[in-house]
């Protein structure tokens, strides 16, 4: 039928755009790995493996290992956080829950920058809570607040909570009351009920806040620039620098390929939960 | 006179401003089969879900063997609720949801295993225990759902509209099955419907609701052939209701002819009355205590029975007879005829107008 | 049976959780309106700060840059966006390929999208400015529009459009006449939101701009004022940016009721 190639026809400027700005780029990013950093900074078209090997570099490794720590640490945190959040949501009368999500997502559609920024207000050496400890006596040193790793880990957490909440409360709130009231019915306590059958239940949401808070982190570049200092580095600066300072595109080109590859994993791995919990996923859904 | 085995005494639950169940007072026997019927919103599911614990009482109390359990968080009680959306537990098994109840109670694995496989048998899924919910049938779901509440031997078990979300065909098979595994298993089933001819098939009693406050509890008979209130007789059954007046000795037609009744119901007072008969009780011809003339507007088969709408002065809507086919086909009616239709005394219900 | 204390507690968590997220820039808004400019003490109301903004010619050119790169790749992607969400629905049957392709530029980092852009413009030397900016934000900016306008189409009733062929509109027509009408406001809250995400986004500008300070946008700006340290300007010019944000995100929630991607 004519119809059917319509649809295509409605597609393809978008699909053609997206072509031209994302997939070719990103495969050229792939192919640019396996060349050769010219003397000047420029691309020696001869294939190599050196700049993948360099990746793996102990030098260069370990603030691949840095960056999924800090990564892992800030989704985990975000997960118990968001997911505590999105359930206090769900717990609330209805009616009012649409409002309780657009305030706490709200955020998150506000500036990136500005959001780390307000922690720089906030923890500087003449910040607010330097501040308010000298206002209540305190005069001593107080520990540098600013430009560590902890501080990177709280402005991560703080500006990819709200997407947690989002995925954690959607199957919270598609869960069928009757199915908690039923396993309490069957003698388990509330806590038992919990672990057993809202935490399963709720799993996918989890899998996909962690993985994103994890993906957006571990290739971040603004948070560390800011709240971790100048000499603070994850992939995303040395990302960066490649490109930027040190001219070595070849090499930047190469993190970023490691960096797709465990995005891509980890999406994949997420797509698997998912698949898994919508097996069972039953009268749940809407 | 011996306690009765669940006792609910003067339960009452306000939601905010709307009070869902009012002054209700409840004797249930052990082993009894009982049915709670009534309109939308009638507070069926609200009673059901105090009894088990999910609403709190606004007053009154509940005991179970003489022990009040109104107090009692609902995984304490012993008493388990078939919810009306089953509420199975979607990532589990049929046989772990099944497992669910008895693991809870703490009971070493290999009798959980022989507990389930048993119950199992008896519902006949043995085939499916390792199927997810939504892998199921409607009616296999539902079979789930009452596996997994019976399994626990609770002492009452609730059910809220068990057989509402299955086809007709479906529906009697399973009605039939939910009396054998109450006589098998010896437990007190309170069972909510909407379908009264459900709780008539069904119950060992029954109880209409309305507004919250009990109606009428009665066997099926009773409430059948002796409903207590006009919206009692309406809601169980078809009622043809007639408009009668008070006479000095006794009720009469609008034309003046008597109409002679058996039971006349409390605030029945002077002025006009509404006379009630059951359409099979009506028949052909002038032989009983009372009788009317009208037209035939329409005639309905329904397999056997044939349904006669009569159109008369005594009623707004048209009166319903119900006559087995042979009895018409001697002298069968046809649409438009003027007949005459008979009924007995005690076959005439009086109500307030 | 809601149990008291449970609720309690979860109040408890909400109102932690909600503390977090909007103390850091509720103290940042305030102290934008501090005479003194410092948190060290209030010195009473004013707006002097965003009275310096208006002075200060780099931000002025800064914000009439990402005006024009927020504009016209909003533009370009809701109608990119809208026509790609209104095929994607109506074939139904899509590969996981195209569904990946669709949804990869929410996610990708978008340093990987940055540099993977600029490796290509500056390999086919192409002169980089607002133009390149602009056409990457559409990358992103299309893929939202398309998730919110297909969120809308999920509950569309198709019979509408064959009531119309059936009338005997041709397909353009319909889609002019019919679908678009139908799909305004999820279509209008789709731009806003592309709207706000090029007026924040950083890092791809940032890579795209090219050499020289004459492409430079707000949030580039704001990066190389912040690495100096808090100014009074800078809390100023950030309370801004939130309120833009704030209130393009409020407008579109309303006139698509929860509709943002992912809810
Ligand atoms: N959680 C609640 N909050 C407020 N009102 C409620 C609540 N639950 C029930 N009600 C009200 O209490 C009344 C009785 O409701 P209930 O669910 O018990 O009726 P029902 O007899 O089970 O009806 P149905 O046959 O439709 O299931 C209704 O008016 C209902 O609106
Ligand atoms: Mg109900």
Redesign the pocket.
């Known amino acids: 039928m004519t119809t059917d190639r319509r649809p295509l026809l409605l597609m393809t400027p978008a699909l053609l755009w997206l072509t031209a700005l994302m997939v070719i780029p990103c495969a050229l990013i792939l192919v640019l790995a396996f060349f050769r950093r010219g003397i000047y900074g420029g691309i020696e078209y001869t294939w190599t493996l050196e700049n993948l090997a360099l990746v793996f570099d102990p030098l260069y490794f370990r603030i691949f290992l840095k960056s999924a720590g800090i990564a892992g640490l800030s989704a985990a945190i975000a997960c118990v956080l968001g997911y505590a959040a999105a359930y206090a949501i769900a717990a609330m009368p209805r009616r009012r829950q649409p409002t309780l999500l657009f305030f706490a997502v709200l955020p998150f559609w506000s500036n990136y920058l500005v959001r780390t920024y307000a922690w720089i207000v906030l923890l500087n050496r003449e910040g607010l809570i330097v501040n308010i400890a000298r206002w209540l006596g305190y005069n001593g040193e107080l520990p540098s607040m600013l430009y560590t790793e902890q501080t990177v880990i709280v402005g991560l957490v703080y500006n990819y909570l709200p997407f947690v909440i989002l995925a954690c409360y959607a199957p919270l709130s598609r869960m069928n009351p009757e199915v908690t009231e039923a396993s309490r019915d069957l003698g388990a306590s509330a806590w038992t009920t919990f672990r057993r059958i809202t935490l399963p239940m709720t799993v996918p949401g989890i899998a996909t806040g962690f993985v994103f808070v994890f993906v957006l982190s571990i290739g971040n570049f603004v948070t560390p620039a800011l709240l971790g200092g100048g000499q603070f580095q994850m992939i995303g600066n040395l990302v960066y620098a490649q490109f930027l300072t040190a001219n070595d595109w070849p090499f930047g080109a190469a993190l970023s390929m490691v960096l797709i590859l465990v995005m891509l994993g980890l999406l994949m791995a997420q797509a698997v939960v998912a698949e898994r919990a919508s097996n069972g996923k039953g009268q749940s859904d809407g | 006179m011996t306690q009765a085995f669940l006792s609910i005494r003067n339960v009452e639950k306000y ?1 905010s401003a ?1 009070k ?1 169940v009012d002054d209700v007072s409840l004797d249930i026997r052990e082993n009894e089969f009982f049915a709670l019927l ?1 309109a ?7 009673l059901l879900r105090m009894l088990a614990g999910f609403e709190s009482l606004s007053g009154g109390d509940i005991l179970i063997e003489g022990s009040s359990i109104a107090n009692m968080q609902p995984n304490q009680r012993p008493v388990n609720l078939m919810f009306q959306s089953y509420a199975l537990f979607p990532h589990m098994t049929v046989a772990q949801n099944i497992a669910y109840g008895l693991e809870m109670e703490k009971l070493p694995k290999a009798e959980i295993t022989e507990r389930v496989n048993a119950i199992l048998d008896v519902i006949q899924l043995s085939h499916l225990a390792k199927r997810k919910p939504d892998q199921l049938s409607g009616g296999q779901r539902q079979r789930v759902a009452l596996a997994r509440a019976l399994v626990k031997r609770p002492k009452v078990l609730l059910l809220d509209e068990p057989l509402g979300a299955l086809d007709k065909k479906l529906r009697s098979e399973m009605q039939l099955e939910l009396k054998r595994l109450q006589h098998e298993f010896g437990i007190t089933f309170i069972m ?1 419907t ?1 379908d009264q001819e459900e709780a008539l098939v069904m119950a060992d009693r029954i109880a209409i609701m309305r507004d919250g406050a009990l109606l009428q509890v009665g066997s099926p008979k009773d409430i059948y052939e002796l409903p207590g209130s006009r919206y009692a007789a309406d809601f169980i059954g078809v009622m043809n209701f007639l408009k009668v007046k008070r006479t000095d000795n006794g009720f009469a037609a609008p034309d003046g002819t008597a109409i002679a009744t058996a039971h006349v119901s409390d605030g029945v007072g002077e002025g006009d009355a509404i006379a009630a008969v059951r359409p099979e009780r009506l028949f052909l011809g002038d032989a009983g205590d009372n009788h009317f003339d009208g037209t035939v507007s329409d005639i309905a088969y329904h397999g056997l029975d044939l349904l006669l709408h009569v159109e008369t002065e005594l009623s707004d809507t048209p009166v319903v007879a119900r006559m087995t086919a042979d009895v018409a086909d001697n002298h069968r009616p046809e649409i438009g005829q003027r007949i005459t239709l008979g009924w007995l005394a005690r076959d005439t219900h009086i109500f307030p107008a | 049976m809601a149990d008291r204390n449970t609720f309690r507690l979860m109040l408890l968590i909400l109102g932690l959780v909600f503390a977090f997220l909007y103390i850091p820039i509720s103290v940042l808004v305030g102290l934008s309106f501090n005479e003194g400019g410092l948190p060290t003490a209030w010195t009473g109301f004013s707006v002097k700060w965003y009275g310096s903004l208006l002075e200060d010619a780099d931000i002025l050119k800064a914000a009439g840059n990402t005006l024009i790169v927020a504009v016209s790749s909003t533009i370009l992607a809701t109608i990119l966006g809208t026509l790609l969400a209104v095929g994607v629905e109506i074939r139904r049957r899509n590969g996981k390929w195209l569904e990946t392709i669709i949804f990869a530029p929410m996610i990708i980092p978008d340093i990987v999208l940055a540099i993977a852009l600029l490796s290509m413009f500056s390999l086919l030397n192409i002169k980089m400015g607002l133009h390149t900016i602009t056409v990457s934000h559409v990358v992103f900016n299309l893929a939202f529009v398309c998730a919110v306008v297909r969120a809308r189409l999920k509950s569309f009733d198709w019979s509408i459009v064959e009531a119309s062929a059936d009338l005997g509109a041709s397909t353009m027509i319909t889609l002019y006449r019919v679908v678009i009408p139908v799909l305004m406001p999820a279509i209008v809250a789709g731009g806003l939101l592309a709207f706000t995400l090029s007026v924040d986004e950083f890092i791809i500008a940032f890579f795209t701009a090219g050499a020289g300070r004459s492409s430079i946008t707000l949030p580039m700006q704001i990066f190389a004022m912040i690495r100096f340290g808090v100014t009074p300007e800078i809390n100023a010019l950030a309370t801004i940016v939130i309120s833009v944000s704030v209130v393009a995100l409020a407008l579109s929630q309303r006139l698509n009721k929860g509709g943002l991607p992912g809810q």
Do not use: D, I
């Not at chain 2, 939308?40 to 609200?46: A, E, I, P, W």
């Open positions: 939601f709307v869902a009534g939308s919103g009638s507070g069926k599911t609200t909510v909407h």
